[in-house]
Structure formats: C-alpha cells, structure tokens
C-alpha cells in the first residue's frame, strides 16, 4: 500500500497567519501518461463527511477559496493556507488516488492560535 | 454535482451482516468516467477505503484486502444506487461509512455511523 504520511498532526495558528502541512507518500503518485500527481486534499469537520478543497496535487475545487493552494510533485506535497480565516479550523486529510488501495493520511488538525 | 443518499440499519451484533445502500442523483451510475466507493472512518483506522464498483464495458470491483473475503459491492442500475455487504462483522467494524463518488472523492454520501456490539 501507498502510505501517505503528514505532518504536522496538529497546528495552531493566529488568524490571518499562513497555516502549511505537509504530506509524504511512500511511493510515487505521479501519473506518466497525464504527467499530474494524483493527490488530493480535504478538510473535515465535525460531523460531517470530507470536503474536497484540491485535486492533482494543486488545482483547487470548484468553490475553494483561493487561500487554498497546494503544490508538490512526486512523493512531497504541501496544503497551503495563505490567511487563516475562523471557519477552517477542521481537520486536513491528504489522500493519492494513483493506485490502489487509495489511502489517506492520518490527518492534521488547525486550530486557532 | 451529484447527491448521494445513504440507508441502513447501524446497530449490528458479531458475525451478522453490515448492509447499507447508497441512492444517487444527479449522476448515472453507469457512467463510463465514474466509480463509485464506500469509505469508512474509525479514531482507529482513520479514514479507509473499503473498496468500488465502476463501468467500462461491463461492471468492475475492486476491494481492500483487510475485508476482501467479507465485502460485496454491488451497482443497481435499475435504481441508480449501489450497496454495500460486510459479513460477518466485529467491533473494529465500527465505523462511520461513506459512500462516495470518484477518485479524488468530490462527492459523498452523509455517513451512516455502524456499531457493532453484542
């Protein structure tokens, strides 16, 4: 299996700070014949299922805020927050879509500092 | 987008069998560009997938292999749903279970918490 593994598993960050996590996977995710790295990232809150902020290692869902970046390639990715606003607190999901069994990482959760 | 409804029981005692189902719309489940997964999420094993079912030409499943002797998918194109069937369950079964849409999982159903307990 593809282990993805992020870090840090908790952040505290002040708002309008730049919140980074980052996510390694055991093998490699990236995708010869479309030459895009099939990583995605989440965030979830209570209650409620994940929410897909980003696809292909860093295009951003239909509806995502722009603060929402992420970048990397091969088996290092980053989710980057540029300004934390008070409705991300959640907790941050990586997950590779390359090969099976997809897998996701353990999560990490940002909270206010 | 599509929407995805899901229905079963989420109280199970060991060994019976885990069946839940998830109702589509906005989409066709015969879609030759989709597949359809059940995820599930426990403090334990966080966020795992369990297995999918897709068309090309004909039906397809794939399946983890920590549950692969115990699961079933099954597509039902008359209803435009798809079920799961988990046999012979036991408490580290208990989980919260997704049904979800994709690869890089756009869509998902509203999760059904199952607990098993005797």
């Known amino acids: 299996d593809n282990v993805m593994t992020q870090s840090p598993d908790s952040l505290a960050v002040s708002l309008g700070e730049r919140a980074t996590i980052s996510c390694k996977s055991s093998q490699t995710v990236l995708s010869s014949h479309a030459n895009k790295n099939d990583v995605a990232w989440y965030l979830q809150k209570p209650g409620q299922p994940p929410k897909l902020l980003i696809y292909w290692a860093s295009t951003r869902e239909s509806g995502v805020p722009d603060r929402f970046s992420g970048s990397g390639s091969g088996t290092d990715f980053t989710l980057t927050i540029s300004s934390l606003q008070a409705e991300d607190v959640a907790v941050y999901y990586c997950?590779?879509?390359?090969?099976?069994?997809?897998?996701f990482g353990g999560g990490t959760k940002v909270e206010i500092k | 987008q599509a929407q995805l409804q899901q229905s079963g029981p989420g109280l199970l005692k060991p060994s019976q069998t885990l069946s839940l189902t998830c109702a589509i719309s906005g989409a066709n489940i015969s879609s030759n560009i989709d597949a359809w997964n059940w995820i599930r999420q426990s403090p334990s094993r966080g966020l795992e997938w369990l297995g999918r079912?897709?068309?090309?030409?004909?039906?397809?499943?794939d399946y983890a292999v920590s549950v692969r002797s115990r699961i079933t998918i099954t597509p039902d194109t008359s209803k435009n749903q798809f079920s799961l069937r988990l046999t012979s369950v036991i408490p580290e079964d208990t989980a919260v279970y997704y049904c979800?849409?994709?690869?890089?999982?756009?869509?998902w159903g509203q999760g059904t918490l199952v607990t098993v307990s005797s």
């Open positions: 079912t897709y068309y090309r030409s004909q039906w397809h499943s």
């Open positions: 979800a849409r994709g690869w890089a999982v756009a869509d």
């Open positions: 997950q590779q879509y390359y090969s099976l069994p997809l897998t």
